[in-house]
Structure formats: C-alpha cells, structure tokens
C-alpha cells in the first residue's frame, strides 16, 4: 500500500488512497494495530501540503465554492483533495455520502480526489479519522487538501484545529450584527467569505460590512505592525487579520482574489513560525485525543465495567442512582478499587472486582 501511494497519479494511486482511509476508518483491532503501522510510515512524506478548512451551514453552497475553487487551483497546477464529511442520522446511524453528486467536473478529474466520510457520532463537524485521511493524502503527492465540514450550525470548530487555515462561507441574509457576534466559528475564522453573492449584491455588501464590523470587537488574531531587528536590519511584521470578501461559487466570481489572500495568509504564517506552531500544537492535541478515545474504550472492554454496567444503566434509568454516582462506582471498578458504601444504593452484594 505505502509504495502504491508512492506512485505517480493514476487508477493504482487511487485504489491504494481508497484502501488505506478504509483501514484507517476500521474498527477492529488488528485493522488498527496495520493502521499505526501505516501512518508511522507514511509520516515522513507528510506535512508539505497546505490544509484548509471550509465551513458554513447548509445551503450556503460549500461543494459548489470547493468545486469552483479545486478547479482553479488544478488549471495552475496542483493536485487537490477533497475529505468532505457527511451527518450521521441519529435513528438509523445511516449517512448519504452524496457529496461527489454535488461535484460532478471535480470528482472525475485526474488530478483531484474527493473521498465522503461519515461523522459517526463525531462532533464538530469533522469525521474521527479526518485527520489521518489527510495524511494519506499529503503521502500521495496532494499538495492541497480541503476539509469540508458537516454544516449544520455554529458549533464546528473541530476543523480549525486540524488545518492550516479556516475558512467560514456565509450567505448573504445571515442576520444582524449581534448575530454574527453570537457565531461561535466566527472567532476562529481566518477567513469569511461572503457566497452567492450575485443573488443580492446590497445584501451581500451589507454582511460584509456587518461582519467586519463584528469581527474588529474580536481582536483575536494580532496587533497592528510592529517592528523587530533581524539580522540588524529592522523589519515590519505584520500578523494576519482575519478578512471578509465576497464571492460567487457559481459564477466563478471572487475565486482568483480568494486564493490571493490564502496565498498571502500561507505566507505570513510561515514566515513568522506560526504555521510550525500551530500544526505542533495540532499534533499534540491529536495525540491527546486518541488517547481520550483509547481509555473510553479500554474502560467499556474492562471485565468489571462490563460486569456492572447494566445495573448501573438500569439505576440511573430508574432514577435510584445518580449518574454522577454510578460514573464513580464504574471507574473505581475499572481501577479495580472497591466502592464507598455511601455511594452505592443497591444492597446486592458486589461482583468480586477484577485486579
């Protein structure tokens, strides 16, 4: 797999991309153990290509701005990958994974690479394994990769610490000035773009000054220029201040003066280091993650909490326990202590607890 990636574009590459995001959506153990595997050798051919992710709610034409955007950056040759992420239906755990439909000319390029991935559960917008998707992708020679997140509110903020750069797409009617302020992504926007922008120009000119007018009250991306001496030569540095633009996904409009100002954030950041601090700081909070998502499933596969869980559920369903209480009970029976006595309403006697 890791030397069919290595190869040069084509069906081969493709196939290999496809199997190994497969491997590394698996959930059974031993797909794990050779996806570890996998990653630890593909890692030295990562981290040369620039992340971005895109989001906004439905219907602000996200697949359109991707297509419309993959398009240009192929014509001036790179190769783009596209990891869109799709909502999991909370009843029957289904996902459509149709955002190829929506990217017809994209899709079928030789130089791009869509791949649709399920949510499962995961919030924030993104996919768990988003991230190692991405990898696989920079090994394939991507020097581009977009993240499309779910779209479906205020709270996808996940992206943001997984890419280069976040980018918010907006429509034009999206409220009033106190509503922009109430956007939690907006915070965390590098970049807001104002899309469909030919259905009402005024409106669309009014978002942009409504939302740059909110996103000064922020402040959270620098101060005005300052000088330092480098090399005894004095020289203005100037942190990235998040912009509003406008643009018409559709009419391929605002496209050209985009990628001018991602070209001129990608710059900066790098630059100045922040771009190597910031993927350090990524990386780290990845790590963390993982292991977050390790002990909850050690903790559910413990002998023990197997053995006690279904009472405990059955308690805290019945209102006898509190949940906090049994979340006690459960983690001391997976450190293998016994419980309090005060702590425990049931007078069943205990299950010898596990070393």
Same mark, same amino acid.
């Given at each position: ?24 959506? *698996? ?9 570890d595997e996998l990653l630890t050798a593909l890692l030295p051919r990562t981290g040369r290509s620039f992340r971005l992710g895109i989001s906004g709610v439905p ?16 014509? %001036? ?11 999991? !239906? ?16 994209? !899709? ?5 690479y869509i791949r649709p991935s399920p949510s499962s559960g995961t919030l924030g917008g993104v996919a768990e394994k988003t991230r190692e998707a991405m990898l ?17 509110? &205020? ?8 890419? +280069? ?6 429509? @034009?009617?999206?409220? =009033? +000035? ?19 922008? =030919? ?10 000054? &409504?939302?740059? *007018?909110?996103? %000064? ?20 540095? %100037? ?24 070209? &001129?954030?990608?710059?900066? &950041? ?21 292991? +977050? ?9 413990? /002998? ?5 869980? @279904? ?16 979340? %006690?009970?459960?983690? !001391? ?17 205990? /299950?010898?607890?596990? /070393?």
């Amino acid at each position: 797999m890791v030397d069919a990636l290595a190869e040069a574009e084509g069906p081969r590459q493709r196939r290999a991309i496809a199997k190994a995001i497969t491997l590394l959506e *698996s959930t059974r153990a031993d797909h794990r153990a050779q996806a570890d595997e996998l990653l630890t050798a593909l890692l030295p051919r990562t981290g040369r290509s620039f992340r971005l992710g895109i989001s906004g709610v439905p219907g602000v034409g996200k697949s359109t701005f991707i297509e419309t955007l993959g398009l240009y950056l192929i014509d %001036r040759g790179h190769r783009v990958a596209v990891l869109t992420i799709d909502p999991s !239906s909370t009843v029957s755990g289904g996902s459509i994974l149709g955002d190829k439909t929506r990217m017809e000319k994209l !899709s079928v390029h030789e130089r791009a690479y869509i791949r649709p991935s399920p949510s499962s559960g995961t919030l924030g917008g993104v996919a768990e394994k988003t991230r190692e998707a991405m990898l696989v992708c920079e090994a394939a020679g991507y020097d581009i990769v977009i993240v499309e997140t779910v779209g479906v509110g &205020q709270s996808e903020t996940a992206v943001s610490g997984m890419t +280069d750069m976040f980018v918010l797409l907006q429509l @034009p009617n999206a409220g =009033d +000035d106190l509503q922009a302020i109430k956007k939690g992504v907006m915070e965390l926007a590098d970049l807001v773009v104002i899309n469909k922008a =030919d259905i009402d120009p005024d409106a669309a000119t009014r978002a942009q000054a &409504q939302i740059t *007018s909110a996103m %000064r009250l922020f402040g959270h991306h620098g101060n005005p220029a300052h000088s330092h001496v480098v090399h005894g030569a004095e020289t203005a540095q %100037r942190q990235w201040q998040p912009r509003v633009m406008q643009s018409s996904a559709l009419q391929g409009t605002g496209i050209d003066a985009f990628w001018q100002a991602v070209t &001129q954030f990608r710059n900066m &950041q790098a630059a100045s280091g922040k771009l190597a601090a910031r993927r350090e700081k990524q990386a780290l909070a990845w790590m963390w993650e993982r292991i +977050d998502a390790g002990l909850k499933q050690a903790f559910r596969q413990h /002998p023990s909490v197997r053995e006690l869980l @279904p009472r405990a559920v059955a308690q805290v369903a019945a209102g006898t326990l509190p949940a906090s209480t049994a979340a %006690r009970n459960l983690l !001391s029976a997976q450190a293998g202590q016994a419980r309090p006595p005060h702590e425990n309403t049931d007078t069943t006697p205990l /299950p010898e607890q596990a /070393p």
